[in-house]
């Protein structure tokens, strides 16, 4: 089945930071979203970007499908930015699945 | 909208013990997916409906789990019997689905955290 590796997978920084998270995948994919958990548990819709750059803010996304891979841009890092951040893929034959990503926990510092 | 509204919030429960957990997903979506969360194996789907019928259940682990979604505005996951291993935050999402082939953004429900001492 489709891999969808993250990284890093833990990333810790001073508030005011920026930072790259990346999303590869193994195979073809027609969707992926990124989701921001947060300390309480809940995921919280970041991008819904299937291809191109997206941007929200401090947060921005770029996914390019053809070479199978997504990045998540932070930018000007607060700690209310703590969390995990997943993405999930959707595949593109017989099946509207999501598979997820082991996340790439954060830690901004105050 | 109130977006997807799970209950209960909280479920702790005895091995042996039914569990019923319920969801509400956001009116006017046709899609609505279950999943598992523990620190072992990460975010897993258990079983996704399209239209109140279930597409895919290969995601749910045994027999003793069965999912239902009588209508388009209630779901329900039960766990019988529960046994400690099923501990975990069980998710509902919702989503719309095109006849096309395409999906919008999925969206995820507060989670129940099951404990099964």
């Known amino acids: 089945g489709i891999q969808v590796e993250q990284s890093p997978p833990d990333l810790i920084l001073q508030e005011g930071a920026n930072s790259t998270l990346r999303c590869n995948f193994s195979?073809?994919?027609?969707?992926l979203q990124w989701f921001h958990q947060n300390p309480w548990g809940q995921l919280i819709n970041l991008f819904y970007?299937?291809?191109g750059t997206k941007q929200n803010g401090r947060l921005s996304a770029t996914t390019v499908a053809t070479e199978r891979y997504s990045l998540l841009y932070i930018s000007s890092s607060q700690t209310t930015d703590s969390g995990v951040y997943f993405c999930?893929?959707?595949?593109?034959?017989?099946?509207?699945?999501?598979?997820f990503g082991t996340g790439t926990r954060l830690k901004v510092l105050a | 909208d109130a977006g997807v509204i799970q209950s209960p919030r909280h479920e702790v429960t005895e091995m042996g013990q039914e569990v019923t957990l319920r969801c509400k997903p956001i009116?006017?979506?046709?899609?609505l997916f279950w999943y598992r969360q523990t620190m072992m194996r990460g975010l897993e789907l258990l079983i996704y409906?399209?239209?109140?019928?279930?597409?895919?259940d290969s995601g749910m682990p045994e027999d003793r789990f069965s999912a239902k979604m009588p209508n388009a505005s209630f779901s329900t996951l039960k766990i019988q019997p529960s046994e400690p291993r099923d501990s975990a935050v069980y998710f509902c999402?919702?989503?719309?689905?095109?006849?096309?082939?395409?999906?919008?953004?999925?969206?995820f429900g507060p989670g129940t955290r099951l404990t099964v001492l």
């Open positions: 999402a919702s989503s719309s689905i095109w006849l096309a082939g395409g999906r919008d953004t999925q969206y």
């Open positions: 195979d073809s994919v027609n969707n």
């Open positions: 970007i299937p291809s």
């Open positions: 999930a893929v959707g595949l593109t034959s017989g099946t509207y699945k999501y598979i």
């Open positions: 009116s006017g979506h046709n899609s």
């Open positions: 409906f399209n239209n109140n019928v279930p597409i895919d």
